[in-house]
């Protein structure tokens, strides 16, 4: 069964300063894997995913990630915060072969970034 | 531009009532999803349609059902809502996207704050 964990649950960082996001997955082979945004009272919404191909794949606003098979890892980065990116972001994965499963997405638990002036 | 619109966007209601929510796409998605989100934790999933008329169960369909009438609506139905069932409702749509519907992105609506009393 796949699964996600993000072994953060609460990030602070200065505005101007880059971030890392931790993201964890299990799967057994190369899955599909994607970064949600939730802004307060809002839905998700993708920042960026990631298909079997180049491992670093840039999302908006400069948000970036980095797939790492051996580590099993999707972590997000971003060089510069900006008070606007205050906010819960996720961490998800597909299946991406015939698994007997359909487009179903496990979410992590989420990290809530607080930016600081 | 894609929509996911959801109905109500809060409610409360009472031990043992009925409730449906409700959840409208206008992006000629085939795949339309039921997630909850408690606090603190990432949203999970009870119920998915990938055709009009047919659901099918996600992993925490106990207490809900859901209908699809049409390819645009797709409801949530508690039959007797408990306090365990407080949380917030997210709905989601697909396309088919690659290998038959996986790795596609999801399109979420603003949610929907479900208090049980």
């Known amino acids: 069964a796949q699964s996600v964990t993000q072994p953060d649950a609460r990030v602070t960082v200065s505005e101007g300063a880059s971030l890392q996001l931790r993201c964890k997955y299990s799967?057994?082979?190369?899955?599909?894997l994607f970064w949600y945004v939730q802004y307060p009272r809002q839905g998700l919404q993708l920042l960026l995913k990631?298909?079997?191909?180049?491992?670093v794949v840039q999302g908006v606003n400069g948000f970036e990630a980095e797939f790492s098979k051996s580590n099993s890892s999707f972590h997000l980065r971003k060089a510069s915060v900006h008070w606007s990116d205050w906010a819960v972001y996720f961490c998800?994965?597909?299946?991406?072969?015939?698994?007997?499963?359909?487009?179903?997405?496990?979410f992590g638990a989420g990290t809530r970034l607080a930016v600081c002036p | 531009e894609a929509a996911v619109t959801q109905s109500p966007r809060s409610k409360v209601a009472v031990t043992g009532g009925k409730v449906t929510l409700s959840c409208h796409q206008t992006?000629?998605?085939?795949?339309m999803y039921w997630y909850r989100q408690d606090t603190g934790h990432g949203l999970r999933l009870i119920h998915y349609s990938y055709v009009a008329d047919s659901t099918e169960k996600g992993d925490i369909p106990d207490g809900y059902k859901a209908s699809r009438p049409s390819q645009e609506n797709f409801s949530l139905i508690l039959e007797l809502a408990s306090l365990s069932q407080t949380a917030v409702y997210f709905c989601?749509?697909?396309?088919?996207?690659?290998?038959?519907?996986?790795?596609?992105?999801?399109?979420f609506g603003p949610g929907t704050r479900l208090t049980v009393l």
């Open positions: 998800a994965v597909s299946p991406s072969f015939l698994s007997g499963s359909f487009n179903k997405l496990t």
């Open positions: 990631y298909y079997p191909g180049d491992p």
């Open positions: 989601a749509s697909s396309d088919r996207g690659r290998l038959g519907g996986r790795g596609a992105e999801q399109f």
């Open positions: 992006n000629n998605h085939d795949y």
């Open positions: 799967y057994f082979g190369t899955p599909y």
